[in-house]
């Protein structure tokens, strides 16, 4: 996909976000979701959304790449928001249509919920966007490793796979729409029914062409002796430095800020 945005895709840059360890990363995303989950008031939601900002001004990243990570997600945010909307029956009634009616505590409770799943989203990307596929599936796999070493290298492999067969199944997608406008396909002059009967066409020549690329990557994976399990060293090893200590316990902030306020 020539110049355009894969969601999730590494963007490398020399910030100091990119330089920590991913295990450090990792973590510090379940202390961003324990800090997300507990907004409960406009407060700590300008607070907890201050710290994401500067940590996505900190990557030197654009917030407009940001922004485009979110929108394929938007209809779910949106969802979200109406549905806590339209029955939360707390505050003021504002409005009536019909059987349902929007109260000032539902619209509230409403924009909350989908700034929480702005905030995740956001997160997600920041950690994506500053950690490379690989060291991202290996971070995973070492922190549960003392759960099982082969659940930790199955997690691990299947995580790396599968975030490095995303843009792969973008391009693939892409490619096969070009291959139909080719052919005169114009979802333009469609209606909404005709344009979903044409996209979901091409998800059969789309699942094929992946069921087609998985089953090749696994014959050369088996051609080349691979096993679940087996020991094997890596290249590069992680190093936990004071630095990731200190962007962990840099998490501790919001956390402890949403839990306050």
């Known amino acids: 996909m020539t110049g355009r945005l894969v969601p999730g895709r590494y963007a490398a840059r020399p910030s100091p976000i990119h330089r920590r360890d991913p295990r450090a990363k990792t973590l510090s995303m379940v202390l961003f979701m324990a800090a997300v989950f507990l907004i409960d ?3 700590d939601a300008a607070a907890v959304a201050a710290f994401a900002v500067a940590l996505m001004l ?15 997600l938007l209809f779910l945010v949106l969802f979200i928001a109406l549905f806590q909307a339209l029955f939360d029956k707390s505050g003021e009634a504002l409005a009536n249509a019909g059987p349902f009616t929007l109260y000032a505590g539902g619209l509230a409770s409403g924009v909350l ?18 950690t490379e596929p690989d060291r991202l599936a290996r971070a995973i796999g070492g922190l549960v490793r003392p759960f099982g070493r082969a659940a930790a290298d199955r997690l691990a492999l299947m995580l790396d796979i599968a975030l490095r067969f995303l843009p792969t199944i973008f391009e693939e997608g892409e490619r ?6 080719s052919r ?3 979802l333009g002059d469609m209606a909404m029914r005709d344009k979903a009967r044409a996209l979901l066409a091409l998800l059969a020549p789309l699942t094929v062409g992946v069921f087609r690329r998985a089953l090749r ?3 050369s994976m088996e051609a080349r002796g691979y096993r679940l399990g087996a020991p094997r060293t890596r290249y590069r090893e992680f190093r936990w430095q004071p630095a990731d200590t200190a962007y962990l316990a840099l998490f501790l902030i919001p956390v402890a800020s949403a ?3």
Not at 58 to 72: D, E, F, G, Q, T
Not at 114 to 130: N, P
């Open 58 to 72: 900190a990557s030197r990243i654009s917030l407009a790449r940001y922004a485009k990570a979110v929108r394929p």
């Open 176 to 181: 096969l729409y070009k291959a139909q406008v």
């Open 184 to 186: 005169g396909l114009n």
């Open 113 to 130: 919920a989908a700034l929480r799943m702005i905030l995740f989203i956001s997160f997600t990307a920041i950690l994506t966007f500053t």
């Open 259 to 261: 839990f306050w306020l």
């Open 217 to 219: 990557l696994a014959e």
């Open 41 to 43: 008031g406009w407060a």
